[in-house]
């Protein structure tokens, strides 16, 4: 599939050995700072690009002055060189008791499709990259065909969004979700009639986690897709986002890939829960990847 919604151009991105990866970090990472102190911190450590997570504490969608506060982390991304994809997963923005909740296959999915209509028309106005979503987790007593009912006609009208706003659709397959593969994925757009703006958000974790193909392949078979990639270390049948190092992922084969089939969109940092040291873990964690590069280029891994 190629998109006919492109990315907003990215900047450059830092050279080992050739074009390479632009590192981005997840703000959701970042939940015990404000939003403008974290960007500055992602940027004075060098990261090119972060993947913002709309919540109470980093840019509400539904606080009042919407669009001046948007205005303003636009320009404070501009001057401090960041690109940036929106995320959606925040935990308790939609309901103070749930997790998550609604999802685009609950009863009250109407709140979740207006925050992610929402979400959309933030990104648009910030110049992301993408904006990404993902499916929630069937309810109890719905059965598969009515969920998937649901999630299809959703996901049709925020596709129809983004195609109005110009901006590109990651949908993540999550574990435990009901699209939670690649394969699910597919599916699902082949449901909604492969529209090109509905494209993929990889997590490299996720895959590690319960893909069958190794991870190299899981890029190769996402690529044509792709708009968006998370990236975090993983044990298998284990969905919990790790340091790098501390699980079971060889990450320079996973970048080798990014780069040979040309993704050039940001791999964001997914460490959701390590806000309680957000700087020496953002740190640690770009040292790690520019290692990871260096050690994927031609004739430096099996």
Known sequence: MTSAVSPA???EAESVGGAGPRWGYGTNGFSNHRL???????ADLGYQGVALTLDHCHLDPFAPELARRTAAVADLLRDLNLAVVVETGARYLLDPRHKHAPTLLDDERQHRLDFLLRAVAVGADLGAEAVSLWAGVRPPGLGVQPAWQRLV?????????AERAGIPLGFEPEPGMLVEDIAGWRKL?????EPPAFGLTLDIGHCQCLESMDLPQCVAEAAPYLVNVQIDDMRRGVHEH????????DFPPVIHALNAVGYRGLVAVELPRHS????SVADASLQFLRAAWANAQPGRHP
């Open 9 to 11: 151009p990215a900047p």
């Open 36 to 42: 403008a102190d974290a960007l500055r911190v992602l």
């Open 153 to 161: 006609d959703g996901c049709a009208q925020v596709t129809a969004a």
């Open 189 to 193: 757009s082949a449901a909604l009639g």
């Open 242 to 249: 790790l340091e790098f190092g501390t699980g079971e992922i």
């Open 276 to 279: 309680h040291a957000a700087p």
